[in-house]
Each structure stands twice: as structure tokens, then as C-alpha cells.
């Protein structure tokens, strides 16, 4: 008799479950949208909570204040980004080291071209926060495991990363991006912009190549 009343209770908890999910999804969106049009200036939870059709009650049910939205934004971007890195990564294509860099490369760029003035200030409200770190340390520890995939094969730079090494490409690759975004640079989805960053990580591993006595 207990499983047989149990069962219905899970079946009314999924909905909730998964109409949740929608709501703070669409408050995201909303705070997206918002960022993109007015900037920070623009960007309060009264706002955000009209725009996502929400009352200001439900929108603080999910997030404390208007940082832990830009926290949240932030953090769906960044794992949506590393999600075309590695779909990139693991696609057919150039196997050569610079062709393995070219796609990560090539995808983290293309994940901040769109949505520019929304990206430029989640960026410089997290950076004045000081939650810049915490968002990082995915993209360091997703860049090791990279690093793994561009050495293997025959034409292999490097083995798998340090994590000296994994922070170093990974700081050197989003700050570039980062400040492309921050200053508003027209280059960001050009290609000699994507060619001069793989030029510098492809010399930096043949540099580790060489210091771990394998040459390039």
C-alpha cells in the first residue's frame, strides 16, 4: 500500500520540477535581454521580473538578489561555451595540434560574439564582485582536459596538462577574449583575431614541448 501511494507524489513533483526549471530560465532570459538593451543601468530585479512575465516574489524564490542573476547568467554562458568547445573538439576536422586549438579557439570566440553589450556588462559586474575566479576555474579545468585531446596523435605537442599549465592557456585565452568583449573591440569574430590567438597557445605548448625535452 506504501508504494502504491508514493508513486502518485513523484508524478505531481515533476511537474513542479520541471515548470521551475522554465521559470528560472526564463528570468535568465529575461535578465539577458534586459543587459543587452539598457546595460546595468537598465538592470534591476523589478525589471528583470516584469520582462520574464514573473512576479518580483517568484524571482526572489530563485535568486537572492540582482548579483546571484548576473552569477547565474554568467554561469549558463560560460557552460553553454564549453559545450561548443567540446562538441568541437570531439567532431571530425583538422587533427593537427594548431587544428584541435583552432576549435577550441574558435568556439569559445564564437560563444561571446552574440549579445556583446549584455556580455561586456555581466563581465564587469563580476569582475567588481569578485566572482571572477569562481567562474574561471571550470574553463582551467576544461583546458586540461583539452589539452589531453590536442596530445594525442602522432603530430602531439604536449601530453596531458599541468595545472600550472591549464591555467596559464586558460587565462591567456579568456582574457584575450574577455578584454576583446570589454573594450567592444570590431575584431572579436574576425578571423585574424581567432589567428593570433592560436598562434600564441600553439607557441606557448611548443614551448612546453621543448622544456619537457620532446620537439615540435
Same mark, same amino acid.
Given at each position: 500500500?506504501?508504494?502504491?501511494?508514493?508513486?502518485?507524489?513523484?508524478?505531481?513533483?515533476?511537474?513542479?520540477?520541471?515548470?521551475?526549471?522554465?521559470?528560472?530560465?526564463?528570468?535568465?532570459?529575461?535578465?539577458?535581454?534586459?543587459?543587452?538593451?539598457?546595460?546595468?543601468?537598465?538592470?534591476?530585479?523589478?525589471?528583470?521580473?516584469?520582462?520574464?512575465?514573473?512576479?518580483?516574489?517568484?524571482?526572489?524564490?530563485?535568486?537572492?538578489?540582482?548579483?546571484?542573476?548576473?552569477?547565474?547568467?554568467?554561469?549558463?554562458?560560460?557552460?553553454?561555451?564549453?559545450?561548443?568547445?567540446?562538441?568541437?573538439?570531439?567532431?571530425?576536422?583538422?587533427?593537427?595540434?594548431?587544428?584541435?586549438?583552432?576549435?577550441?579557439?574558435?568556439?569559445?570566440?564564437?560563444?561571446?560574439?552574440?549579445?556583446?553589450?549584455?556580455?561586456?556588462?555581466?563581465?564587469?559586474?563580476?569582475?567588481?564582485?569578485?566572482?571572477?575566479?569562481?567562474?574561471?576555474?571550470?574553463?582551467?579545468?576544461?583546458?586540461?582536459?583539452?589539452?589531453?585531446?590536442?596530445?594525442?596523435?602522432?603530430?602531439?605537442?604536449?601530453?596531458? $596538462?599541468?595545472?600550472?599549465?591549464?591555467?596559464?592557456?586558460?587565462?591567456? $585565452?579568456?582574457?584575450?577574449?574577455?578584454?576583446?568583449?570589454?573594450?567592444?573591440?570590431?575584431?572579436?569574430?574576425?578571423?585574424?583575431?581567432?589567428?593570433?590567438?592560436?598562434?600564441?597557445?600553439?607557441?606557448?605548448?611548443?614551448?612546453?614541448?621543448?622544456?619537457?625535452?620532446?620537439?615540435?
Amino acid at each position: 500500500m506504501a508504494a502504491r501511494r508514493q508513486a502518485p507524489e513523484n508524478k505531481r513533483r515533476l511537474p513542479r520540477q520541471a515548470r521551475s526549471a522554465q521559470t528560472v530560465a526564463s528570468i535568465v532570459e529575461a535578465a539577458a535581454q534586459i543587459l543587452e538593451k539598457g546595460g546595468l543601468a537598465a538592470f534591476t530585479t523589478n525589471a528583470v521580473a516584469e520582462r520574464a512575465g514573473v512576479s518580483i516574489g517568484t524571482l526572489y524564490q530563485y535568486f537572492a538578489d540582482k548579483n546571484a542573476l548576473l552569477v547565474a547568467l554568467a554561469r549558463g554562458e560560460m557552460k553553454a561555451a564549453l559545450g561548443e568547445v567540446g562538441r568541437a573538439l570531439q567532431g571530425e576536422g583538422d587533427p593537427s595540434v594548431e587544428g584541435r586549438v583552432r576549435a577550441m579557439v574558435r568556439a569559445i570566440v564564437h560563444a561571446f560574439r552574440g549579445r556583446q553589450r549584455a556580455r561586456k556588462a555581466v563581465v564587469q559586474a563580476l569582475l567588481a564582485q569578485g566572482n571572477g575566479i569562481e567562474l574561471m576555474a571550470p574553463v582551467a579545468a576544461f583546458v586540461a582536459r583539452a589539452g589531453e585531446t590536442v596530445g594525442r596523435g602522432p603530430n602531439a605537442l604536449v601530453g596531458p $596538462l599541468t595545472r600550472e599549465q591549464a591555467f596559464v592557456v586558460s587565462r591567456a $585565452l579568456m582574457g584575450v577574449v574577455r578584454a576583446a568583449v570589454l573594450e567592444e573591440q570590431p575584431f572579436l569574430a574576425s578571423r585574424a583575431f581567432e589567428d593570433e590567438i592560436v598562434r600564441m597557445i600553439v607557441a606557448y605548448l611548443g614551448a612546453v614541448s621543448t622544456a619537457a625535452g620532446r620537439q615540435p
